[in-house]
């Protein structure tokens, strides 16, 4: 009896500890999510994020109707001959991506966000209170990865969905209306909230890595729009600058929303692959630095 109770004892306190470790999880979710929700500038930054996804596919699809009408009534193309109708078709190609356009102004908020999710309370040392109630530190940065990808893809999906709702009657008078299940565009409005997402885990683990608000998202942007530039004028030196500038996330993302690629650039799914690459890297580098360094 003396050698049981105290091997009872211990298969008891080891169910519990596995039983909580799920518990804990969710409650870190939880608290995350209370955090995240409680801040003005969050309610700011993601209005201005989805205001923005909206208006740059609203001034996308005024292009596309300016560029259709103009056609139309000065094009050199004899009506229904193969050259009008494969030029049209390409203005239907390009109205039906109008609706994920607005990732390109908001991925830089978003990772912003993102990177002030972690970098604030390094700044502010409220990451050792936060580290004090979720002892597992893997499970504190997995659960703040998890409540800002998951905000950043729902503010994705519906500023897409938004987007499309806004551009059909604006595209109707000119025949380039479509219906919400044409080719590729439910597909186009779920990888704008994807991208958004692996954005997010990208610009929270910088701001991981670097500890900083101000240093994550100078590095974050600097990779999103610094970083293409430098590249591209490097391509013009070498091709093998223009190949490598695919293969950056912002470029990887466009090909990843995009209704049809060009035959020089990635194809959705590879784009998709290469932007979920940086954001696990990046991810996994975070991990391993929350890990090993002290708070």
């Not at 801040?39 to 909206?54: D, E, P």
């Not at 604006?170 to 479509?178: C, F, I, K």
């Not at 223009?242 to 293969?247: A, E, P, S, V």
Request: glycine share 10%; charged share 10%; proline share 3%.
């Amino acid at each position: 009896m003396t050698t049981t109770a105290p091997t009872s004892r211990r298969a008891t306190a080891a169910a519990r500890q596995e039983s909580g470790a799920g518990l804990t999880f969710l409650r870190a979710v939880h608290a995350e999510w209370i955090k995240l929700t409680s801040l003005r500038s969050s309610y700011i930054i993601l209005t201005i994020a989805f205001l923005g996804m909206v208006g740059i596919s609203l001034l996308s699809t005024l292009s596309v109707v300016d560029m259709a009408s103009g056609y139309i009534a000065y094009g050199a193309d004899p009506a229904g001959s193969e050259a009008q109708l494969g030029t049209v078709e390409e203005f239907g190609v390009m109205a039906r991506g109008v609706a994920s356009n607005g990732i390109v102004i908001a991925q830089f908020l978003i990772a912003s966000l993102a990177v002030m999710q972690i970098g604030s309370e390094y700044g502010t040392r409220m990451i050792t209170t936060t580290l004090t109630a979720v002892p597992r530190r893997i499970t504190a940065v997995l659960a703040k990865t998890l409540v800002i990808a998951g905000t950043s893809f729902v503010v994705g999906v519906v500023g897409a969905l938004i987007s499309y709702a806004i551009a059909q009657p604006m595209l109707e008078p000119h025949g380039l209306n479509y219906p919400l299940i044409a080719d590729g565009v439910i597909r186009g409005i779920v990888s704008a909230g994807v991208y958004l997402a692996l954005i997010a885990v990208l610009g929270l683990s910088i701001g991981a890595l670097l500890r900083n608000s101000a240093g994550g998202i100078v590095t974050t942007l600097g990779v999103l729009t610094v970083l293409p530039i430098i590249v591209a004028i490097l391509s013009g030196v070498n091709d093998l600058f223009r190949d490598l500038g695919l293969f950056l996330p912002s470029s990887a993302g466009m090909d990843m929303v995009a209704i049809r690629t060009a035959q020089d650039h990635l194809t959705q799914v590879q784009g998709g692959l290469v932007v979920l690459g940086w954001a696990v890297v990046a991810l996994a580098g975070a991990l391993i630095s929350v890990k090993r360094r002290d708070a």
